[in-house]
């Protein structure tokens, strides 16, 4: 047989990719080694914007979250509230399986237990080597698709760049059972998470995952935190092993080349803020679709061709890939202290209306928020006082002359 596209991974953007291909009446075909479809390290978060583009089964949905609490790096604890949901934790395996059934159900063919070991593209098409236990086996198609996760090697054997493992966090995660935690926290600090942060998020039950992510070194941070949320009372004990996997922050220099395209984690598209990469995993997917959709139909597979799903991806993520870093470039060079003075500063009380309050509050998009605090009368300044690390940020995200801060001192 030969498939118009070859999707290696069933994760999120795998399997929306292979969705929209089937959907059209293409011949797709997705491999991926895990038989359990979707189950892969994550937390589960998504935002409102993706629940309401690719909804989620309400079964699968452990809760609906309009509020969350920051926890500051001295333990101050600040709580956000909306009225209505801002993002959904939801059964994760359970969602991208979802959309694997469907995507069968639209004739994609799936092949779950072998493992891509080779391409080999030309002219003629894209062969791809398979193993599972002791058999091999080669498939061939015209196109492929690798939306086969974080740091995956096939992108190398493929011809392109890797992202390199600067531009990436590692995750670390454990499910515990919980008393009494109804909310997600989120706690700010080096302490927790050196340059970045760590989460409480309840599950159903008295389930709940409690990770951290970060570039810098792990050294028995996860372990630490977990035990100060049990002297804290939060957390009763650990029921998992606790697990790591990677976040790209970066995207690939390029996610494109002659018979390929590459969508998801795989190209390096999640938030570099948060590490949210499950929206823009689906979304990669579908803009991908679009371009291959047209190469299927001309037969031109041309990386000039393929160059169209570079520029759809750049035109929705770029804006908020490149901002996103530049923040956490910022954020990650901050001691506690300069944390603590943000966090006042943005939210405080009368403040903190002026980002929560207003439209352009988003889960899923943070450069314009990042933008208005930059531009803002009082987190401005805050931000411009921690110097030189600032600038970059500043440049991206132009002030107008109006809104031009001056040099903040934080209060001892
Ligand atoms: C600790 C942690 C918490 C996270 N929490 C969240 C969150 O709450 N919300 C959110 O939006 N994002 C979160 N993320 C990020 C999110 O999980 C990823 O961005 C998302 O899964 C990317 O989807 P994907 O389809 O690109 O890749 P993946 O979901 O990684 O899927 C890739 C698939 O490819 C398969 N594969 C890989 N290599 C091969 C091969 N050689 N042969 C066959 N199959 C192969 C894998 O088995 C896998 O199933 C988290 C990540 C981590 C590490």
Redesign the pocket.
Known sequence: MLYDAIV???????NLAALRLAEAGHRACV????QNIGD???????GRECMARYPVNPGDIYRAANSATLVSPSGKRFKLAKTRPQAYIVNRVSFVSSIAAQAQQAGATYLLGP??TGIQLSDRGVAIQTEYQASRDVLQGRLLIL????A?P?VKMAGLAGGGHGNAMI?S?VEVETAGVEETEVYLGNAVAPGSFGWLVPLADSRALV?I?TRKKLNGHLPEFVSSLQKSGKVRAAVKKPQN???PVRPLPKTYAERVLV????AGL?KPTT?????Y?LLSGEIAVKTAGGAIARGDFSARMLREYEKGWKAVLGKELRIGYLARVLYEVLGDRQIDSLLESVLAKDVQEDFLASEDFSFDWHSVLIKKAVNHRVAGRVIASFGPDSSGLARAVPMSRDEAVQPFVPQP
């Open positions: 290696v991974g069933a994760g999120p953007a795998g491999v991926d080694w895990r892969k390290l994550c937390t589960g978060i998504v493992k891509v939306a086969s996760g974080f995956s096939l995750g995660q990770g992510a996997w990677g976040i969508v998801g984690d795989a999640a590490g949210g990469g499950i929206y995993a």
